[in-house]
């Protein structure tokens, strides 16, 4: 069974940084594309950025510049390093891999000041 767990999300002020981790298992990692998708109530939920098994990130137009998917095979974690936050940023954070249909919990991010 493929399990996907996020931590990190906090409330920070317009301008801050955090760092999102994904910790996968029940899958080989190393060969799984990792995506963070941001969910607002009201709103779809929202690719925010996706990183290959090639290591090749993409990023939605968003967040370009301020946000960057990484990831460590030998920890099955992904991280999402998010700089310059503005209020839009917030919502639940979620990652996974669409193909597997499998998504963590979420992980809830507020900027507000």
């Known amino acids: 069974q493929v399990q996907f767990v996020e931590s990190g999300g906090g409330l920070v002020q317009p301008g801050g940084s955090l760092r999102l981790s994904c910790t996968a298992s029940?899958?080989?990692?190393?060969?799984?594309?990792i995506a963070w998708y941001r969910h607002y109530p009201g709103e779809e939920r929202g690719l925010v950025a996706i990183?290959?098994?090639?290591?090749?990130?993409h990023y939605a137009d968003s967040v370009k510049g301020r946000f960057t998917i990484s990831r460590d095979n030998a920890k099955n974690t992904a991280y999402l390093q998010m700089n310059n936050l503005k209020l839009e940023d917030t919502g639940v954070y979620y990652c996974?891999?669409?193909?597997?249909?499998?998504w963590g919990q979420g992980t809830q991010v507020t900027v507000s000041s």
């Open positions: 990183i290959s098994s090639g290591n090749t990130p």
């Open positions: 996974g891999n669409e193909a597997l249909g499998s």
């Open positions: 029940g899958t080989n990692f190393r060969f799984t594309s």
